[in-house]
């Protein structure tokens, strides 16, 4: 199978604490939001954008909704990874008439409202590259994982830190880290088929980021703080104004 890696841009929020602003279209140096984690990731291939059909997406880029929409970003998460299949199958189907896929094994997911992504990007392929070996989907990553009694959420949603010992033990994938230990939630970089696995066991809508990953035993990666600093009030994004050219 493949191993590059696909990303999957999470744009479909409502915007509530920036006044039901598009968060993807926001500008911010005068660039969308959008447009600055798509070009952090441009090394992935594909690249999908789940959004609504009011954002305008680069040519070349996949797009879809979770249906009904404002489902929560699990089921953002589960339409990206359906609209990769599907996009495999169909592909595979054109060049080779049997409808298998080959694509890749790894998906980046990321929140469009992390202007500094390129800052973490790197950090979390390079870091992924050493644990190569993924665990059977479905295992519990137990006691330090995110969903043991280490590793519950932190007060502003994300993950708490991962203190396990055994660094070169197979994983399904690497997250963003503060250095504190808290993680970024949608800041990963994980095995397709376990998010996959995630998702037909505890379904999609309704359902938190931290559930979907309990399953997964991902390693943390240190990054620098501003790289996870997200744009989801005005204030924030001013502070971003201030530091962006």
């Known amino acids: 199978m493949s191993t590059t890696t696909a990303m999957i841009v999470l744009g479909g929020g409502e ?19 959008l447009d600055r984690v798509l070009d952090a990731g441009s090394g992935c291939a594909p690249l999908v ?7 305008e997406v680069p040519s070349g880029v996949l797009r879809t909704l979770e249906d009904p929409p404002a489902g929560g970003p699990v089921a953002g998460i589960a339409a990206g990874l359906a609209l990769l299949r599907a ?19 790894d998906v980046l997911v990321v929140a469009c409202d992390l202007p500094g992504a390129a800052g973490f990007i790197g950090p979390l392929q390079a870091a992924r590259a050493k644990f190569v070996e993924p665990r059977t989907p479905g295992v519990s990553s137990g006691p330090d ?5 280490d590793g519950p959420d932190g007060p502003d949603g994300s993950a708490g830190p991962d203190v396990r010992t055994d660094a070169h033990a197979a994983c399904d994938g690497v997250i963003a880290a503060h250095a504190d230990g808290r993680r970024e939630l949608l800041a990963v970089l994980a095995d397709r088929a376990a998010l ?9 809508r309704d359902r938190s980021v931290r559930s979907l990953l309990a399953p997964l035993a991902l ?7 501003v790289a996870m600093e997200d744009v989801d009030t ?12």
């Open 196 to 204: 996959e696995a995630s998702i037909r066991e505890g379904g999609a």
């Open 145 to 149: 994982g995110p969903d043991g009694p």
């Open 219 to 225: 390693e943390s990666v240190l990054v620098p703080e």
């Open 234 to 245: 005005w204030e924030q994004h001013a502070a971003w104004e201030r530091r962006t050219p």
């Open 49 to 55: 954008v789940v959004a609504p059909d009011s954002v």
């Open 15 to 33: 915007g509530r604490r920036l006044g039901g602003v598009s968060k993807p279209d926001l500008l911010l140096g005068g660039r969308r939001l």
């Open 87 to 105: 996009h495999e199958e169909g592909q595979s189907a054109g060049d080779l008439g049997n409808g298998s896929a080959d694509g890749p094994r």
